[in-house]
Structures are given as structure tokens and as C-alpha cells.
């Protein structure tokens, strides 16, 4: 028997110290990819600063102060012959010629890398582009026809597919294993003429609304060093906010576009799912298996840029014909309504500041009443309404993004090399799904019933997961039907619940984003945009915000020595209605008293 027992010890002592050595090996093998990556990076810094001053410093100023009009123009949405068709000015920089391609992406290249400079955004800059911008300027000079968006220079979040670069996703394991393919909304950017010309940072994982990683580092918020641009997409964002983009694609689940628009002050939009395509979406990655397959939490990409106007005109080009079916042939040719983004058209709006999930911070309350108020003075109808059930729906959308209860979010972050912070936050996912549940009745018992719903938010079957997903579709069944019932065209509400915190707050605090992942799993149409500053009022009235459970407690912590960053607002409605959106997002951007 001692024989016996002692042959098991051993067994399991053997075991043990093959998996420590297997897991020593794959540590090596990973650092050394994240060194090799970083010489690479450092070389096309060298590159991007070399070409940079290939263009006189004068001339890069001239093209850096020019905005998206003034470069590229305003486009008009026409019906000829039955058919959509796009009418645009012939006068604008590129087009004209007034300036090239060349000058154009080479101008960007240098103002990102000063973007970069001051907050780690880059991760890759694509050589390509230089190519690129001098094939479309021998077309000019052939005489060829010009497409739409001639030699706009475009910056793309690190996860979507550029051809020849790596869409790692933060996982090292990942490196070195290049897109084959462009994504679909980068193939149709090509054939419209612009150049992708950069790609930015993203937190491991993208389920974070943090932006860092081991590979590329952590991405500072432009308006203050040491808070986070927010994410996923906040490298996209950090890069506009700081000159160094006119226009980024960024993807969004839970709020990845709209929340770190919110955070660094610029404008971001999600279409619903059947408006653009993520076709292709894990072409040229060959990392950990990853969290994905998630049915009904709707992820999209889309637009940001320093403002929603210059969202609404890319947006326009993408559905003046039937370019995203042509390339996606699982989405239906929806085209362009002109009636819906007409200047002046009115709508009928409901609002809201709390969604019973969250209670926003101070100024991310005031600047929805203040938002309320200037579009009340454009004409439009502001009504109070109420979300139901947000905090039955927020578990459901835990639940369901999650699939399996977090087993291959856990697998795939352990088996790459996770930055501290992430797997302390994380751990929890590895307590077994009924400890979780028993857990749950502690904290209820406690006061804490957020934490608890949390805690029941994990499945344990595909019973569960199913009757998950049949909620879902009534949940959205019945928040469309209670709209109509108040002749609601669209919501408007916070964007999240406090201003940039710093980069760890995300990591502990992911039930901030019930005000965005909520319109992911209605798949709601939804944009935000910026309508105010943090104040010293607001920073007094956190005094008053409530410390009833750990969140609320994090939150108020979170939310201190602000003042000065910038706050936005969203605005969300039921699928094809982007158009609207836009036109109340774009009324209330132009009418926000200037600081």
C-alpha cells in the first residue's frame, strides 16, 4: 500500500514538474517573440520618422492644420436611375490636387509618431502605405477618375486585419503570424481610395476596457498621463485625440468605440450588425484560443474621429451602393437614408442618467441633462425613459459573452504571458461556477446585490445558455415595443459611468459598462461624443456619491483628481436607424458652448 501511495506522490510530483518545465519553455519562447517584436518596432519608428522628414516641416503643418473637408471633402448621397449613387467636391486638398497622397500619408506618419511620442499608441506602422500613396498619385497623372476617399490617410486598431500585419489581439503567441487577407471594412476603405497607414494598441484580450498589453505596453490618455483612453479601441482613440489620425476603424462588443470616445474626447459610432461586416475577423491569427463565439452580443466595427461629422461622411461612402454586401454577402444591401440624417429633420428622444445597474458619476450626469437641454433648443422632444431590466440583462450579457463561463477567456490569458494586473482581476473566473453561486448568497446577505448578480452571471450549461439567449430575443422584443408605445425614436444617456480613470480601474470595475455593452445586446445602432469637461463641481459632488458596495467605493476613487477630462454622451436606436443618430449626435456637437 505505501508503495502504492508513494508511486502516486511520485507520478504527481512528475507531473507537476513537467507542466512547470513545459510552462518555463513556453515563457522563453514568448519573451523572446515580445523582444524580437519590439526591435521590429523600434525599426519602423526609425522608418516612420525618416520618411516624415522626406516632406518639409513647413508643408507637414499646412497639411495637419487642414481638417477632413478641407482634405477630402463633403459627400452627397444622390438617387439616380433607382440607384444610390455618391456626388462629391471636386475642390478639396486631394482632389484638386493641392496636395498628394504621398504628402498626405507622409504628413500623418509624422503627426502619429508624435501621438506616439506622448502616449504609446502605435503598435505597427505599415510600410505599404508609402506604395500606396504613390500608386493612387500616378492615377492622378494618368488622368484616371479619382475615387471618393483619394489618399486619406486611415489608422487601424491592431485587431483588424490589414494584409501583411498582425492582428495579435495582446497575445504574444501571436506575433508573427500575418493577415493574408484585408478585413472587409479595410478592403472597402482601399477601394474608396484611402490608405491604412498605421495600426494602434489594444488591450489582451480586447475584453477590457484598459488599453495594454506585454507586447506593446500600456496607452496613456492624451488629456492626462497615467489615466486610460479607454477600450478596447484606446489606442485608436488615444492616437486621434492627439492630431495623430483624421480618421480611425475601431471594433466594438461592449462599448470598445463608444466608451474610449467618451474618454479621450472624440466621436465614435457602433453600427448595428447587419450594417457592417467582420467577415474574415480571425484570418492571420494563430495565438491562444480565444473567448470568441458569442451568439447575440453583436459586435461591429466602425468610425471615430475628432467628430461625428467626419464619422457620418465615412459612413455615407460605406453605404452609397451596395459595397458592404458586394463584399459581404451575408448582409443585406441596406443603402444610405437621406431622409433620416436631414438637416433640421426633428426627433422624439427619451432619455436617461441611471440605468438601475450603475449610478453614474456627477459630471457624467450633468453633461446628459446638459445635452438634454441643447436639444431641446434645436427643435427636438426630450422625454424621460427607463431601460428595463438592465440589471437581469447585464448578467445575461455576462453570461452570454462568455459562453462557457470564462474557461477559454482564462485558458487562452493564461497561456500567453498576461500582465499582472490582468490575471489578479481575472482569477475569480476560476473559482467553479457553483462556489461563485454560493458565493453569491454572501454578498446579497451582505447589501452587495450587484456583486452577487455578477457572481450568477457565469454558465454552468448549454440549458442555461440557451434559455439565455431566448431572453435576449424578448429583451429586445419588448424594449422595441415600449418605445413605440411612447413614439421614442432614439435614447439618449451616459456613456459610462465616471470620467478616464487610471489604467487598473477597468480591470476591477467591467460592471462600468452596462451603458454601452447593453445596446451590444440590443444591437442598437449607437454613437458618442464629446459635450463637456469634468469640473471642479463635479469633483466637489463626489463628496455625495455613495460607497454602498465595493463598486461604488472604486468608482468614487476612480473618478478623483479629474477635472479637466473630457466627458461625452451617447445616443442609441433600434437597428438601420444610424443615419438618426448621427443627426442628433452631429446637431448637439455643434451647438455645445465652446469652453
Given amino acids: 500500500m505505501l508503495v502504492f501511495v508513494g508511486a502516486i506522490i511520485l507520478g504527481l510530483w512528475a507531473w507537476f514538474a513537467y507542466q512547470r518545465q513545459q510552462r518555463a519553455e513556453r515563457v522563453a519562447h514568448l519573451k523572446g517573440k515580445i523582444a524580437q517584436r519590439k526591435n521590429e518596432q523600434a525599426e519602423l519608428l526609425e522608418w516612420a520618422r525618416a520618411e516624415a522628414e522626406k ?52 504628413t500623418y506618419i509624422g503627426l502619429s509618431l508624435a501621438a506616439h511620442e506622448k502616449t504609446n499608441c502605435v503598435t505597427m506602422y505599415i510600410k505599404e502605405s508609402v506604395k500606396h500613396a504613390r500608386a493612387l498619385d500616378g492615377r492622378r497623372k494618368s488622368g484616371e477618375s479619382l475615387p471618393p476617399l483619394f489618399g486619406l490617410p486611415v489608422s487601424i486598431k491592431e485587431s483588424i486585419g490589414v494584409t501583411g500585419t498582425d492582428k495579435t489581439w495582446g497575445y504574444a503567441g501571436s506575433i508573427h503570424f500575418p493577415s493574408t487577407r484585408d478585413a472587409p471594412t479595410v478592403e472597402m476603405l482601399k477601394q474608396l481610395g484611402a490608405v491604412p497607414f498605421v495600426k494602434t494598441n489594444v488591450p489582451l484580450s480586447l475584453l477590457s476596457y484598459t488599453c495594454g498589453n506585454e507586447i506593446y505596453g500600456w496607452t496613456e490618455n492624451p488629456h492626462k498621463k497615467g489615466r486610460t483612453p479607454g477600450g478596447s479601441t484606446g489606442g485608436e482613440a488615444a ?28 466621436a465614435g459610432v457602433k453600427p448595428s450588425s447587419m450594417r457592417l461586416s467582420l467577415l474574415r475577423i480571425d484570418d492571420g491569427y494563430h495565438g491562444p484560443k ?21 464619422c457620418a461622411e465615412i459612413l455615407k461612402q460605406f453605404w452609397a451602393s451596395s459595397l458592404v454586401s458586394d463584399v459581404d454577402p451575408y448582409k443585406p444591401p441596406v443603402g444610405w437614408n437621406a431622409a433620416q440624417f436631414e438637416e433640421g429633420r426633428k426627433y422624439r428622444i427619451g432619455y436617461y442618467t441611471t440605468d438601475g445597474w450603475f449610478d453614474p458619476t456627477p459630471g457624467c450626469v450633468r453633461v446628459v441633462e446638459e445635452a438634454r437641454h441643447i436639444l431641446q433648443m434645436q427643435g427636438h422632444t426630450l422625454v424621460p425613459f427607463s431601460l428595463p431590466d438592465v440589471p437581469e440583462m447585464i448578467r445575461v450579457y455576462v453570461a452570454t459573452l462568455t459562453v462557457d463561463g470564462g474557461v477559454s477567456l482564462m485558458g487562452s490569458i493564461e497561456e500567453d504571458l498576461p500582465p499582472a494586473i490582468f490575471l489578479s482581476a481575472l482569477r475569480p473566473l476560476r473559482v467553479p461556477i457553483l462556489v461563485q453561486r454560493s458565493m453569491a448568497y454572501v454578498a446579497s446577505a451582505l447589501g452587495y446585490w450587484r456583486v452577487a448578480k455578477f457572481m450568477r452571471s457565469m454558465t454552468k450549461s448549454s440549458v442555461e445558455l440557451r434559455r439565455d439567449y431566448a431572453s435576449i430575443q424578448l ?8 418605445m413605440r408605445k411612447a413614439n421614442i425614436d ?93 443627426r442628433v449626435l452631429i446637431d448637439l456637437e455643434r451647438n455645445v458652448p465652446k469652453a
Fill in 290 to 310: 480565444r473567448g470568441g463565439g458569442y451568439p447575440l452580443i453583436e459586435a461591429n466595427e466602425g468610425p471615430m474621429a475628432a467628430s461625428m461629422e467626419t
Fill in 475 to 482: 429583451y429586445r422584443a419588448r424594449v422595441v415595443e415600449e
Fill in 239 to 266: 492616437l486621434i485625440a492627439a492630431g495623430g489620425s483624421l480618421l480611425g476603424i475601431g471594433s466594438d462588443v461592449g462599448g470598445s468605440i463608444r466608451m474610449p470616445a467618451h474618454y479621450a474626447g472624440i
Fill in 55 to 106: 516632406i518639409p516641416s513647413q508643408r507637414r503643418k499646412e497639411i495637419g492644420a487642414m481638417d477632413f473637408n478641407q482634405l477630402i471633402g463633403k459627400f452627397n448621397v444622390i438617387t439616380r436611375d433607382s440607384r444610390l449613387m455618391l456626388d462629391f467636391t471636386l475642390s478639396a486638398a486631394l482632389q484638386s490636387g493641392d496636395v498628394t497622397s504621398l504628402e498626405a500619408v507622409t
Fill in 490 to 582: 432614439m435614447l439618449l444617456c451616459p456613456a459610462q459611468v465616471m470620467p478616464a480613470p487610471p489604467h487598473e480601474a477597468p480591470l476591477h470595475l467591467s460592471a462600468g459598462c452596462s451603458y454601452t455593452a447593453i445596446y451590444n445586446l440590443l444591437d442598437f445602432g449607437a454613437g458618442v461624443c464629446r459635450v463637456g469637461t469634468w469640473n471642479a463641481q463635479d469633483e466637489a459632488k463626489l463628496e455625495c456619491y455613495p460607497t454602498s458596495d465595493p463598486w461604488y467605493t472604486m468608482a468614487k476613487k476612480f473618478s478623483k483628481d479629474s477635472v479637466g477630462l473630457p466627458l461625452g454622451v451617447q445616443v442609441a436606436a433600434p437597428p438601420f436607424k444610424e443615419e438618426a443618430v448621427m
